[in-house]
């Protein structure tokens, strides 16, 4: 399909390489209409910003273990519909880390995740709400195997308040379902739209 059915202009915007500005395996693109947020999601894992002319702003680079940092981000977003644009990253670690384009992290929620739970995908929606998806499995010990598996959906606010929560799926062994391929999760026009991410039957659901 065409370009030209989504845009009528296209223009080629270079980014000002420097030593501090060096980028591979970049894995996110977004902007808030005044600065180009790139996201590397594989190491060292960094947000590098840029001003509409393709110049090097600043980059959030917060590896470590210290309060603000991170070891390892699974999603980055950008919350661009509030009084001031915040970097939110998420971590392998279920939290949600926000920053100001100075880098300074201004605010950082844990999102409490039961044992054997894991973040599957995460979005965010619109107006400070995030949508988080998990999936988790219960194990028999004495057979070693995996007896459940579940994933589910939960609306979070940005104090990490508990808006929306929805089981999506329940499947057994039996079933030979794996709920990890493919599945994706985002936003369009304050709408959630996201896979199942089930192997034989997956579908898109919309969320308003």
Not at 124 to 144: F, L, M, Q
């Amino acid at each position: 399909m065409p370009l030209s059915t989504y845009a009528s202009k296209i223009e080629y915007l270079p980014l000002e390489t420097n030593r501090n500005s060096v980028m591979e395996a970049v894995s996110d693109v977004d902007t808030d209409g005044e600065l180009l947020y790139t996201f590397c999601k594989y190491a060292p894992q960094k947000v590098y910003v840029f001003d509409m002319q393709g110049h090097f702003v600043n980059e959030i680079d917060k590896n470590g273990r210290g309060p603000g940092e991170y070891t390892s981000v699974l999603d980055f977003h950008l919350e661009k519909d509030l009084q001031k644009t915040y970097i939110s990253l998420v971590t392998a670690d279920a939290r949600i880390l926000s920053y100001n384009v100075d880098g300074d992290c201004v605010r950082e929620v844990n999102l409490n995740l039961p044992k054997r739970s894991r973040i599957t995908s995460s979005a965010y929606i619109s107006n400070g709400r995030y949508a988080i998806v998990t999936t988790s499995y219960v194990i028999d010990r004495e057979k070693r195997q995996t007896i459940a598996d579940s994933r589910k959906l939960t609306i979070i606010d940005t104090t990490g308040k508990l808006l929306y929560e929805k089981v999506l799926a329940i499947s057994k062994p039996t079933h030979k379902e794996y709920y990890d391929r493919g599945h994706f999760a985002y936003s369009y026009n304050g709408n959630l739209r996201m896979s199942t991410g089930m192997e034989s039957r997956d579908s898109l659901m919309v969320f308003n």
